[in-house]
């Protein structure tokens, strides 16, 4: 029986629902790469190990189930500090690896953590599904719409568990405010800014190139992107502010925000409309290439989607340097990761507040655990939600790049506008080759 992934979500949904589990929709898929898995230990692998990829695979490794065998980063330094992290840690050292083709060669891993740079996302993503592993991507889930789309068309083809690490998505205090917007206490939504002012964005000095640190392979750290000589400042963690790898602060909290934004309004496609302006009034040395200012209109039929992202300025409206507003007619409710609450609009409605747990980040590793285990491919943040929050994401830089109004037809996947097209999908340095599904 070939059961494609998205009638499968809506299967395992209702059968979940319902308490019926149909063996038969498993047929032909591979459940775990080791037969025992499912009962006994998972094993799992981490592609990029220094920054967030790291802190994945921690709350991975805090189920005593998970069983950490391999790692793998082009960088010497970071591949031996976190291969000694994790053996003082769990008693046994993982194997490494600097090509991630040979670590997806092993049998042995149910499922792959990917924290590289957005730009590797894509093809690590799409190999580890088609050697038939589970994959935990962080977000953004591509830097370009069309890698978007070949990450979610590699998770149908292989029918395999994705988990997003937009981890907003299993905080509790989130799922709260969804529920009260949704309730229509608010009155009518006309209108929902979002906003993320951090200085890490702003402040990007010019340093001459330089050899790349011993133990680095540069070449495979730039992978897909253009060839270029090494240079500090594009390099780890930074290269977020260069459009080869990344979308700068619009990609990097914008996709949180925007996920919490397009959840709360019960959108699921694209907007009828973009408009954006951005540059990097603020701190015009910044050498970095993404905006360290932008603001971005999204139009629905019937209310805005505002984005602003504003350099030098760590403060921000409603006394928060981040979130997000849902401004309805009886009242405004205001959120981050720090809680949220309802202004009410003339005594209308009554004010809440709403503290988090903090946890978001356990429990969508946890989630994603169960849902390996269950063959569950309802995760909760679909590589689908990925690719629609990413997207939302890459259109708003695209605007601004081109300076100019843009309509996006996700169905022929073109936009209005020949130039904004060249964005939609990047050209891959040889041998790296734009996988085709
Ligand atoms: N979910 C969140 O809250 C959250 C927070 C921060 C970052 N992120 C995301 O995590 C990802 C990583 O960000 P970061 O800040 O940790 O970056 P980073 O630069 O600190 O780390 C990336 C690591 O990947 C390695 N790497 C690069 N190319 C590789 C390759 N081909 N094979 C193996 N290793 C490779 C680098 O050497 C480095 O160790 C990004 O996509 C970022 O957007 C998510």
Redo the contacts with the bound molecule.
């Keep these: 029986m070939n059961i494609s992934r998205r009638n499968f979500i809506g299967r395992s949904a209702a059968a979940v629902a319902t308490g019926i589990v149909a063996p038969s929709l498993l047929n032909g898929q591979k459940i775990f790469a080791s037969p025992a898995a499912a009962n006994d230990k998972i094993g799992v692998a981490l592609?990029?190990?220094?920054?967030?990829?790291?802190?994945d695979l921690s709350d991975f490794l805090i189920h005593p189930e998970i069983e950490c065998l391999a790692l793998?980063?082009?960088?010497e330094n970071?591949l031996n500090s976190r291969l000694a992290e994790v053996e003082k840690w769990k008693n046994k050292k993982p194997a490494a690896y600097?090509d991630?083709r040979k670590m997806l060669e092993r049998n042995d891993i149910d499922a792959v953590i990917i924290?590289?740079?957005?730009h590797?996302?894509c093809l690590?993503m799409v190999d580890a599904c088609s050697a038939g592993k589970d994959v935990y991507v962080?977000?953004?889930i591509a830097n370009s719409i069309a890698e978007c789309d070949a990450m979610v068309a590699a998770a149908e083809k292989y029918n395999r568990v994705v988990q997003v690490?937009?981890?907003q998505r299993s905080g509790d205090h989130w799922h709260e405010m969804k529920k009260y917007i949704n309730s229509g206490k608010l009155g009518k939504i006309a209108q929902v800014d979002v906003w993320a002012n951090f200085n890490y964005a702003n402040i990007l000095h010019a340093v001459p190139d330089s050899s790349a640190p011993a133990g680095?392979d540069f070449d495979?750290?730039l992978?897909p992107a253009p060839l270029r000589t090494f240079n500090e400042k594009r390099?780890?963690?930074l290269?977020?502010m260069f459009w080869d790898y990344?979308g700068g602060l619009m990609?990097?909290w914008g996709v949180?925000l925007l996920d919490m934004a397009l959840w709360g309004m019960n959108v699921d496609g694209m907007p009828n409309r973009v408009f954006a302006s951005g540059g990097n009034f603020a701190y015009p040395d910044n050498i970095a290439e993404t905006f360290g200012d932008l603001s971005v209109i999204y139009e629905f039929d019937d209310f805005t989607i505002q984005w602003n992202n504003l350099a030098g300025t760590e403060t921000g409206p409603y006394g928060r340097n981040y979130g997000l507003a849902f401004k309805g007619t009886n009242g405004t409710l205001v959120a981050n990761r720090e809680g949220w609450e309802v202004l009410p609009d003339q005594n209308k409605i009554e004010s809440v507040s709403v503290q988090p747990d903090y946890e978001d980040?356990k429990k969508h590793v946890a989630q994603f655990i169960r849902c390996m285990k269950d063959r569950d491919m309802h995760t909760a943040c679909p590589i689908e939600n990925g690719s629609l929050c990413a997207k939302y994401a890459h259109l708003g830089n695209i605007s601004a790049r081109i300076k100019s109004e843009l309509v996006y037809d996700d169905g022929k996947k073109k936009f209005n506008n020949s130039s904004a097209n060249k964005f939609i999908r990047p050209t891959y340095r040889k041998p790296w080759i734009f996988p085709t599904l």
């Excluded at 990029?48 to 790291?54: E, L, V």
């Excluded at 924290?115 to 957005?118: E, F, I, K, V």
């Design positions: 592609i990029g190990c220094r920054g967030m990829g790291w802190s793998c980063d082009i960088d970071v600097g991630y924290g590289t740079p957005d590797w996302h690590q962080e977000k953004p690490g937009q981890q680095v495979r750290w992978g390099f780890h963690g290269w977020r990344g990609t990097d949180h980040h």
